[in-house]
């Protein structure tokens, strides 16, 4: 005990005379975590309570687990408390993966069971050395940036760690010493059931044969780019200090972001989420990179924006970066390459090929670039279509020639081209503006906004 003790930080460990919880699931990890904690527990005047959550996903084996925890638990005295939930039904709901689905729910469980024993009750879980070196693997090899190569933390948001620097050898040396049973999942020895089995059972054996001290080695690293991760983490920090933040709205100058280092930038950016309220969950580097371009790309004057996760909508306008989660008013904004953009009723999103309904806008005039924008038709603006035999109609009488009311009027999408009027949704592109066959065009996706949201469900 002494011996494996040694290499648990010791402020991770149960403070004197304090109870916590200690998540148990039957395996070998967690019945020596439960054993080592119930030990350390009765020296000091505490105690541990014995937490496990039944995911009912494998039959009969799932009871079997619950009930060798809590007739081992009995056996030593040990409280035990148990739990249960629909992680199918939560997976279908959330379009989650059975995984994501059972830690949601597990970990959920966890603290509710956490809050009755009292404030500040600590949980912990058996996660351990060679767990750490496959998370740092997984996250390497799915994409991630630096704070997902630093692993595991011994403490984050109320759940300890202890076992962070204790191998899976240690401690099924640690479990023969002391005689503790534990039961197999039979899926475990599979590696074609999940994909970190594979790595766990494929990979990381082949990685000890390059070098036995590969799982030290790899957490190491982690713990190095913590160090790197934590200071980047600080300046952006220092750097959004003065960031307006308002309900719904924070706003941040370029200046302040053109003025940071490269590998600074994104956490500023994440950093403007946590302070507008939603957090950063399901927020990627694709979005951050979507929000970079708008402050790179906007031509003078023009609005820019990209919508977001949680209903997000990031503005750029006149040296300002908004990110707010309020209704927008139908104002001109500019047309970025891949970036969607909600305008009123609808979702554009400007591409170089033709893809579903939309506007197909020539590339070039009179040998121009053109900013493509989309915004209300403006009183007066005109355009030249098949049926005005070049003559050239304002909007107005299109639309009333068409049926379209003015209140429909005023929230289809026009789109300008070098601030001249190219066309307008449902009545047509301008002749000047028109594409022949087999000439390169921009292509204005448009598709209705509720349509779109029905989709995704």
């Known amino acids: 005990m002494e011996e494996l003790l040694s290499r648990c930080p010791r402020w991770a460990l149960p403070a004197r005379g304090r109870p916590a919880l200690c998540a148990v699931s039957g395996g070998l990890d967690s019945m020596c975590l439960l054993d080592l904690l119930d030990r350390w527990c009765r020296e000091r005047q505490g105690r541990i309570v014995a937490a496990h959550f039944n995911h009912h996903l494998r039959g009969a084996e799932s009871d079997r687990d619950e009930a060798f925890v809590r007739d081992w638990c009995a056996g030593r005295d040990i409280p035990f408390v148990s739990g249960s939930g629909d992680v199918r039904g939560l997976a279908e709901r959330e379009g989650l993966s059975l995984e994501e689905a059972a830690r949601k729910l597990r970990y959920a469980f966890l603290r509710r069971e956490a809050e009755k024993l009292g404030q500040h009750i600590r949980i912990y879980t058996a996660h351990h050395a060679d767990d750490n070196a496959e998370t740092i693997l997984f996250n390497l090899i799915r994409g991630t940036g630096a704070a997902g190569l630093t692993g595991m933390a011994y403490q984050q948001n109320g759940i300890y760690r202890p076992l962070l620097d204790v191998t899976r050898a240690e401690l099924a040396a640690y479990a023969a010493d002391h005689h503790i049973p534990h039961v197999e999942d039979a899926t475990n020895g599979d590696p074609d059931a999940a994909a970190r089995n594979f790595l766990r ?54 200046r302040a972001l053109a003025e940071a280092p490269d590998a600074v930038k994104p956490r500023m950016l994440l950093r403007l989420f946590d302070l507008l309220g939603v957090g950063r969950r399901d927020i990627t580097a694709a979005h951050l990179n979507a929000i970079l371009y708008l ?125 001249c009027l190219a066309a307008v949704w449902r009545l047509g592109v301008d002749e000047a503006f028109s594409v022949s066959a087999g000439e390169p065009c921009r292509f204005i996706q448009i598709a209705e906004a509720a349509k779109e949201r029905d989709h995704e469900k």
């Not at 909600?342 to 005039?365: K, M, Q, S, V």
């Not at 279509?385 to 003559?391: A, I, R």
């Not at 009311?405 to 081209?417: F, G, H, K």
Request: hydrophobic fraction near 35%; proline fraction near 6%; include cysteine.
């Open 201 to 254: 059972l494929e990979v990381m054996p082949r990685l000890k044969q390059i070098n036995p001290q590969a799982v030290a080695h790899i957490n190491d690293a982690g713990r190095r780019l913590r160090t790197v991760d934590r200071s980047l983490e600080e300046e952006a920090a220092r750097r959004t200090a003065c960031v307006e933040v308002q309900e719904g709205r924070v706003t941040l100058s370029k």
């Open 295 to 419: 402050t790179r790309n906007t031509l003078w004057g023009r609005e820019s924006r990209v919508d977001l996760p949680h209903g997000v909508t990031a503005r750029y306008c006149r040296e300002w970066l908004i990110l707010e989660t309020r209704p927008q008013l139908l104002t001109e904004v500019q047309l970025l390459p891949g970036c969607p953009v909600t305008w009123g009723d609808f979702r554009l999103t400007l591409l170089d090929h033709r893809e579903g309904e939309g506007l197909a806008i020539r590339l070039r005039r009179q040998g121009e670039p053109m900013g493509l924008t989309v915004g209300p038709a403006a009183l007066g603006d005109r355009l030249v279509l098949p049926e005005t035999h070049g003559g050239g109609r304002s909007v107005k009488r299109l639309c009333l020639d068409r049926r379209i009311s003015l209140t429909e009027r005023d929230r289809l999408p026009a789109i300008y081209a070098g601030g």
